[in-house]
């Protein structure tokens, strides 16, 4: 019975991963612009390249491995996640919000600059 | 009998719990209590597996699912902040997944780490989509009429 389970939940789970993945790969699921910015400028709109999304991209992906790679070592216990992992993850969400937040701030600026400027 | 699927595994579920019922050589109450078990787990994996079908085929569509949506309340382009809980909640999952197989059982408690790596990933998404409205939000009303927010995706590629 145990092993039934096991096998139905790793056909669903195993599906799941798979089929998501699988929709990442074909662009199905799209990642266009994933590392871009927008940004409302005096002329108007436009998209320019995001150091802090790239940062937070790869924080991301060396952690989710790192952690991954430790859980299939040892598969009986979750593994335990140093501090100066954690601070340098949530230092990294920081950057990139702040960052977010940044873009958002100037962009409010200057669509209010550029309305104030075609009301003249 | 709209659901074809749902009906085949409710037919199914039943019709396994009658075969250990009747066929089945052993004690009346261990009977039930497999027939129950082996119904329930056929009843669960069909239903995960038509959503996994109904995924797989572009029923459920999930192909917004990493997309932010723009001022103008169009397309927009992908969010990193959706894109890394994306990420976090496949691994926490792949990781209790491959815990309980290899163990058999539960964890008998889950670590304040994994939760605070789930609550960095899942707190980012949160404040960024509150940026993301109030800057919609803002842009749009300052944005001069008949420009429809002036809000265009990102370049492709």
Known sequence: MTRLVCLAATIVFGGLFATIAWK???????????LWV??????????????????????TLITATYYLSQVVHDPTRFPSVPTSWLLGLGASHGIYLGGKAESAFSSI???????????? | MKNKEFWASLIGAVAI??????????????????????????????????????IASGKIDISRILEEKSAAGGTGSASMSRFQLLIFTFVI???????????????????????TLLGISA?????SKGIQAGSDQNQTRHEPPGNGGGDRPPPRG
């Not at chain 2, 719990?17 to 009843?43: C, M, Q, R, S, T």
């Open chain 2, 93 to 115: 999952a792949l990781s209790l997944f491959l815990i309980v197989v290899n163990t058999g059982k539960f964890p008998d408690k889950i670590p304040p780490e994994v939760l």
């Open chain 1, 38 to 59: 927008k940004r409302q400028s005096l002329s108007g709109s436009d998209t320019s390249f995001s150091p802090t999304r790239v940062q937070l991209m790869a924080t």
């Open chain 2, 123 to 127: 707190t980012t998404y949160a404040v």
């Open chain 1, 109 to 120: 600026q200057n669509a209010t600059r550029r309305r104030r400027k075609n009301e003249k």
């Open chain 2, 17 to 54: 719990a009658f075969v250990i019922a009747i066929w089945v050589p052993g004690e009346p109450d261990k009977k039930v209590v497999h027939a129950i078990e082996y119904g329930g787990l056929i009843i669960t994996f069909l239903m995960g597996f038509m959503i996994l079908t109904a």
């Open chain 1, 24 to 34: 990442i790969l074909t662009r199905e699921i799209s990642l266009d612009g994933i």
